[in-house]
């Protein structure tokens, strides 16, 4: 069974810093690309940023230039720095994983979310 379990969030004041982790565990093959996704109060769920097995990322433009989104894979963790941070940042941050159970099977997967909270 495969978990990811995400960590880092908190309350922080505008301007401030978090990061996030959220780290794969179980049986599964291969990491194929991790992400993290916001749902902000009242909105859907939006893509922030995703980063590819080959290293390849993306951002959301709100963030970009904020957020830093990189991996350690001996640790089959994801990390997401975010710096500057503003009020319109806040909501639940999800952690994905788009994950190799066989050789030809992926499946995605989703963390059970954290709050993350900027305000003064």
């Known amino acids: 069974q495969v978990q990811l379990v995400e960590s880092g969030g908190g309350l922080v004041q505008p301007g401030g810093s978090l990061r996030l982790s959220c780290a794969a565990s179980?049986?599964?093959?291969?990491?194929?690309?991790m992400g993290w996704y916001r749902q902000a109060p009242g909105k859907e769920r939006e893509l922030v940023a995703r980063?590819?097995?080959?290293?390849?990322?993306n951002y959301t433009e709100s963030m970009k230039g904020r957020i830093i989104i990189f991996r350690d894979n001996s640790k089959n963790t994801v990390y997401l720095q975010m710096n500057s941070l503003k009020p319109e940042d806040t909501g639940v941050y999800y952690c994905n994983g788009n994950l190799w159970i066989t050789a030809l099977q992926n499946l995605e997967f989703w963390g059970q979310g954290t709050l993350v909270a900027v305000s003064s």
């Open positions: 179980g049986s599964f093959f291969a990491i194929n690309a």
């Open positions: 980063i590819t097995n080959g290293g390849n990322t």
